[in-house]
């Protein structure tokens, strides 16, 4: 019976069930599903599955992604701390020796001031970026994710002819080094700079990370493994607020618990993946997709993968080559593959032999595929719709997301309060939308969660907080609700954005998915860059941002009625439409 057959019949308990073994549980050696293939042609989502979805490699390559999510979101989640005002003491001007805390709007406009010592110790206060510099605030924000957006069209084609994962090497390397320098340095024209190649490098690493998951894997870990990592986002951010609470000094928290950790996980990630068999299959490269299909069978303790692949031609499916580890329970034999025409002499890895390229006498490959460009995801009828309703899905994603984290103020003076229930909602709803996924079509589950989370955030028309109830010290319930409200919108956009991921990753073909991911998200950054101002404006007419971020979403309902379904359907490989040059 198909995997996906059998997830149809599971309560959601026992998908919670699966998830949790899937994530720790011990698996024996078993074929992934009962193959009955007469001519030993494979498709790649089956082949996946023959040497083994969701086990031992993809736990591995989860786990050092998981590593540097957690480092991303100390960066990004944490910049409303980064950027926190401190504390302001002003001088009454009857008494210059009586001095007393206040806000800055007053303590720029009616008093003299100075900055309490004992404040917290952030880019605000270390480049004075207060009183008529606020707006500089709003700048560097707005330079991170422009940065952000640019990555998704510079990357994305590199991505396509060098391959996924050097691609997202270099893209590690950039922002590992970025957050470096922008920690390091005393000059606010550095630190902005740096803070955009920042941007550059971690927007170009959450792309390419979708699409390396989503053509490394077959159904169930695209499904498990954006949770896993939503989930780590969201952990991360719960881990962030303790960490700058007792640091509180922003230059130590950027070199050294995210920037240099994230530098030496890329050391992690050179030894600990390989390229995409998808990517290496979309490129004519079969015989490389073998190997690796092969070195994920060794991996998984599965059986050696000896089909072709689909579009594979005969005399491709190359006469084997011996790939083995010494093990008494897995003899040399078990495991026979060609190998990768970069590998040019004798090499140990991992305690996997393999004999050089030179030695054996193999076919020629076929030539590569004409490469795809960004006019031909409008080009396409196959592709345009789709693309339009991407641009807007990932355009409200992260103008309502991110606004929400950025725009934390607008649910009272309580920041870490505030930052930890919703970090909790999200986990919570991270976890939830594994099931969810599981059991649902996508349309649905886009469509009804976009729908929760416009109506929350426009609840908040009717539920204004008090100016009185403002300050931390002050409760009353307006406030309390509207915190309820913003937490029950943050799981919806969770939830939201859980399907979202899978869904982008389903409904490209591998031809276009890394340029159809990337253009999209980078469209999806237009909303981050527009957000800081959005928020600002807001605040300074007394206006709670989410309810404009709700009036967005209602707009992004209507594009699903057309968009086409992907909920258990085999990933399409190439357009519809030849490529002509």
């Given at each position: ?193 740096a803070f955009a190649f920042a941007g550059v490098g971690l927007s170009a690493f959450e792309i390419l990370l979708l699409v390396y998951i989503a053509e490394v894997s077959a159904d169930r870990f695209r ?281 982008t990753s389903e409904v490209y073909p591998t031809d276009v998915r890394t340029i159809g991911y990337g253009f999209a998200m980078a469209v999806g950054r237009l909303g981050v860059i527009l957000m800081p ?49």
């Open positions: 019976m198909c995997i996906r057959d059998r997830v149809s019949t599971q309560s959601t308990w026992e998908i919670f069930g699966e998830i949790y073994l899937n994530m720790f549980g011990r698996k024996g050696r078993r074929f992934a599903f009962n193959l009955r293939m007469e001519d030993n042609e494979l498709p790649l989502d089956k082949a996946l599955e023959y040497v083994g979805d969701n086990s031992r490699y993809q736990k591995r390559i989860i786990l050092i992604f998981s590593i540097q999510y957690i480092l991303m979101s100390f960066f990004i989640m944490g910049m409303p701390f980064i950027f926190q005002m401190p504390r302001f003491l002003c001088i009454d001007p009857t008494n210059p020796d009586f001095k007393f805390q206040c806000e800055f709007e007053d303590a720029c406009t009616r008093y003299n001031y100075r900055i309490d010592e004992d404040s917290v110790k952030s880019a605000t206060r270390d480049f004075q970026l207060y009183c008529g510099e606020s707006y500089l605030v709003g700048v560097c924000e707005s330079i991170f994710f422009l940065g952000a957006c640019l990555a998704g069209f510079i990357f994305p084609p590199i991505a396509n002819r060098i391959g996924r994962k050097r691609t997202l090497s270099y893209a590690v390397l950039i922002a590992a080094v970025a957050i470096i320098v922008a920690g390091m340095t005393p000059n606010f024209g550095i630190f902005i700079a499904n498990f493994s954006s949770v896993i990592l939503l989930t780590v986002w969201a952990l991360a951010q719960i881990i962030y607020t303790p960490i700058h609470y007792f640091f509180n000094q922003w230059r130590f928290t950027y070199i050294y618990v995210i920037g240099l950790p994230l530098l030496f996980s890329r050391f992690l990630y050179l030894r600990g993946i390989d390229e995409t068999p998808r990517f290496l299959a979309a490129e004519g490269h079969f015989v490389e997709a073998r190997f690796v299909l092969n070195k994920m069978a060794l991996v998984n303790r599965r059986p050696k993968f000896k089909y072709r692949l689909k579009g594979e031609r005969k005399d491709q499916a190359l006469s084997p080559l011996r790939i083995g580890r010494r093990s008494s329970s897995i003899s040399d034999e078990d495991y026979l593959s060609p190998v990768p025409s970069g590998i040019r002499r004798m090499r140990k890895h991992q305690k996997t032999f393999i004999i050089a390229r030179d030695e054996l006498d193999l076919p020629e490959e076929a030539p590569s595929p004409l490469e795809h460009t960004y006019l031909d995801l409008f080009r396409f009828e196959s592709t345009r719709w789709t693309t339009i309703i991407m641009m807007y899905a990932w355009f409200y994603r992260n103008l309502a997301y991110y606004g929400m984290v950025f725009g934390i103020e607008s649910l009272g003076e309580e920041i870490h309060t505030n930052f930890i229930v919703l970090a909790l909602a999200e986990t919570a709803a991270s976890v939830a939308s594994g099931p969810i996924k599981m059991r649902y079509p996508r349309k649905q589950v886009l469509s009804l969660s976009l729908l929760l989370s416009c109506c929350m955030d426009l609840l908040h028309v009717c539920f204004p907080i008090p100016d009185e109830c403002w300050p931390s010290y002050a409760t009353c319930y307006p406030k309390r609700f509207a915190l309820i409200l913003a937490a029950v919108s943050r799981s919806a956009i969770t939830v939201f954005a859980n399907t979202l991921i899978s869904y101002a959005i928020v600002w404006r807001c605040q300074a007419g007394h206006i709670n941002p989410l309810i404009v971020f709700g009036l967005f979403g209602l707009v992004s309902i209507f594009f699903f009625r057309n968009a086409p379904e992907t909920f258990r359907r085999s990933i399409v490989e190439h357009l519809e439409e030849p490529l002509v040059s």
